[in-house]
């Protein structure tokens, strides 16, 4: 847990968000300036920065959030998806807690 990340605060519960899925490791929600029809975010409970800063102890943890992206997507009715995960400033990443955008369901953009 971050004191100042905002996805930390919806792990916790302090700031509310509209939760689709939850589990003791990942909760996802849906993205509050969506740039398709669906657009949800599936994050780690666990504050970890990026990908850039993963290590081998968060093998599991990687694997556990991209397979959920395929079932939540499922059960949120889209036949196909994208998924992003964008990494460092550079990469145009906003919120420093490790997620993965998933977007569909028409219009969906190359880029978050
Ligand atoms: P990124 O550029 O990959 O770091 O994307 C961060 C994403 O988080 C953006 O698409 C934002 O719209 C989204 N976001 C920021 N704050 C919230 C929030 N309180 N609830 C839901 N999504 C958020
Ligand atoms: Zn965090």
Known sequence: MSADC???KIVNGSIPAKKIYEDEDHI???DINPSARVHFLIVPKLHVE???SCEAQHQ?????MLLLA???AKEQGLAGFKTLINTGKDGGQ????????VLG???VPLKV
């Open 6 to 8: 905002i996805f930390c």
């Open 28 to 30: 996802a929600f849906n």
């Open 50 to 52: 990026s990908l850039a």
């Open 60 to 64: 599991a943890l990687l694997g556990k």
């Open 70 to 72: 395929p079932k939540l």
């Open 94 to 101: 906003l919120v420093f807690h490790i997620h993965v955008h």
């Open 105 to 107: 369901g028409g219009n």
